[in-house]
T-cell receptor, first 115, second 112 residues
Framework: DTAVSQTPKYLVTQMGNDKSIKCEQN?????MYWYKQDSKKFLKIMFS???????INETVPNRFSPKSPDKAHLNLHINSLELGDSAVYFC??????????????FGNGTRLTVT | KQEVTQIPAALSVPEGENLVLNCSFT??????LQWFRQDPGKGLTSLLL?????REQTSGRLNASLDKSSGRSTLYIAASQPGDSATYLC???????????FGKGTTLSVSS
């Protein structure tokens, strides 16, 4: 009965490969997010979707492409992986965007290592 | 552009102490401010949410305050326990109200 679930938990791959991370929430929330946590533990917003519509795209290379097939899912596809993409990627959801004053619920993260 | 700063970066206290974690933000036009806890290798758990019209929120031994005019929030933890050891992150909404902007966190260690 996990609220926000991400798969896989760990992902090890070589430079130049393409990979995807999946996220699903069963909270009935309208808004989903991808955050990146770098090696210094700094958490930075990448994308936000509200009702399957992209509302934030924060200076992320276009090698990263989010896809939201429905309100409950937000997947992240990464093309031509680079060493600097190594990080922990967190999916999150909330009832609405930040202005709705609803808490964020986070998944447990996907640790991506690019070799 | 919203920026969030947390001080101190790390804090070690003996069990039973009361402590305060500090958070400051640059853009006072926020919708809300949230405090989270992150355990090693885990996701973030929401602790408290303070709406822009509120001054404080309480949950058990935790109390968070918000002073929008000075761009500051504090998280007060009473009677700390070893189980409180974790990284505490503060996040303020961006001006558009579309996402949360996070600080770098304060790593708390409570010794028994």
């Amino acid at each position: 009965d996990t609220a926000v679930s991400q798969t896989p938990k760990y992902l090890v791959t070589q430079m130049g490969n393409d990979k995807s991370i999946k996220c699903e929430q069963n909270l009935g929330h309208d808004t989903m997010y991808w955050y990146k946590q770098d090696s210094k533990k700094f958490l930075k917003i990448m994308f936000s979707y509200n009702n399957k519509e992209l509302i934030i795209n924060e200076t992320v290379p276009n090698r990263f492409s989010p896809k939201s097939p429905d309100k409950a899912h937000l997947n992240l596809h990464i093309n031509s992986l680079e060493l600097g993409d190594s990080a922990v990627y967190f999916c999150a959801s909330s009832q609405g965007p930040g202005s709705y004053n609803s808490p964020l619920h986070f998944g447990n993260g996907t640790r991506l290592t690019v070799t | 552009k919203q920026e969030v700063t947390q001080i101190p970066a790390a804090l070690s206290v003996p069990e039973g102490e009361n402590l305060v974690l500090n958070c400051s933000f640059t853009d006072s036009a926020i919708y809300n401010l949230q405090w989270f806890r992150q355990d090693p290798g885990k996701g973030l758990t929401s602790l408290l949410l303070i709406q822009s019209s509120q001054r404080e929120q309480t949950s058990g031994r935790l109390n968070a305050s918000l002073d929008k005019s000075s761009g500051r929030s504090t998280l007060y933890i009473a009677a700390s326990q070893p189980g409180d050891s974790a990284t505490y992150l503060c996040a303020a909404s961006n001006q558009a109200g579309t996402a949360l902007i996070f600080g770098k966190g304060t790593t708390l260690s409570v010794s028994s």
